[in-house]
């Protein structure tokens, strides 16, 4: 899948107050933050209340998920001070079919200001530069009203709930079906 993928974006991608760039080894933090959280385990490879070795491996599977084929794992920075405050993530193992999904977190310090908001529409943008992608799916559980939010401020579109959509933690879990599609694609109901 790689040769389908455009390299790591030469200029990182922002909007707002953010700037998505690739993670480094002093992001340490970052993962020791999100590792914090109850839910950010479940939903991903990195461990509850991680060891720093831990926490850099995973740092080091985020660098790794270009050049596997999965997609683009950034970490969302600080445009002021380049500090790292969260992850998004575009992953595109359905670009072959013109769709991709994407995912955030955001350290649990620095949320309600509007940081992810401002990732997913900076990753979005990005998004729009692989020409052989339509579609961005969001899947969020219909619990997770912020989540939510983020995904409404930042021009998805809800369409529907998917019944035991996936396991998160061992449990079958319903999923928000959110989406966006590329600007001018035809057949695009208006919101």
Request: aromatic share 8%; charged share 15%.
């Amino acid at each position: 899948m790689t040769e389908q993928l455009p390299p790591w974006p030469t200029a990182p991608p922002t909007y707002g107050s953010v700037v998505l760039r690739e993670f480094t080894d002093d992001d340490l933090h970052l993962a020791v933050e999100l590792g914090t959280d109850p839910y950010v385990p479940l939903i991903g490879s990195l461990p509850a209340f991680p060891s720093a070795q831990q926490a850099l491996a995973w740092i080091h599977r985020q660098r790794n998920r270009l050049a596997e084929g999965a997609g683009y794992s950034f970490a969302v920075a600080d445009a002021g001070s380049g500090t790292a405050v969260g992850a998004i993530g575009l992953w595109l193992q359905n670009l072959p079919a013109g769709r991709a999904t994407a995912g955030y977190s955001i350290s649990p310090a620095h949320r309600g200001r509007g940081i992810a908001s401002d990732a997913l529409r900076a990753l979005t943008a990005f998004a729009w530069t692989i020409p052989a992608l339509h579609r961005i799916e969001l899947y969020i559980e219909p619990w997770n009203d912020s989540s939510i939010r983020v995904a409404e401020a930042s021009g998805y579109l809800r369409e529907g709930l998917l019944h035991s959509h996936q396991e998160i933690g061992g449990t079958r879990r319903d999923m928000v079906l959110f989406a966006t599609t590329r600007p001018g694609d035809a057949g695009v109901a208006a919101p």
